[in-house]
């Protein structure tokens, strides 16, 4: 099975700092990485890890979500900061099992409460 790509939007990220007036630098202040991290993550040569991503749309500005592609179940737990071990350690279930919904297998109803609110949706 092929890696699965990072629902990280870069140029969302590009955008939304510009926007605010910050430069790579400061952004890269506030998390406490360089800024050709920045860089990289906007050019998508690589993405930030998932518990990254609220930190780093808190320092352009935006919701998380916004920093995203889509509303898939991974994009939603990417956004919340959350590797899939947390997500399925959060919700009661195995690793396996959460990797097994974000490729869309339908969520059991006795979980579903549970993912929403940790995730939304």
């Known amino acids: ?27 890269a202040e506030q998390l406490g990485v360089h800024r050709q991290r920045v860089y990289d993550w906007e050019t998508g040569v690589s993405t930030p890890h998932a518990r990254q991503v609220p930190a780093l749309a ?26 899939q071990e947390a997500a399925a350690a959060a919700v009661g279930v195995a690793r396996p099992e959460w990797s097994r919904w974000e490729n869309g297998l339908r969520i059991p109803q006795r979980y579903a409460a549970a993912v929403r609110r940790l995730v939304g949706g």
């Open 1 to 27: 099975m092929p890696p699965q790509q990072s629902p990280f939007a870069p140029e969302s990220l590009t955008a939304a700092r510009l926007a605010s007036g910050l430069s790579r630098a400061a952004v």
């Open 58 to 83: 808190a320092a352009v500005g935006v919701e998380a979500l916004s920093l995203v592609d889509g509303w898939s179940l991974r994009s939603r737990r990417y956004a919340a900061g959350l590797t």
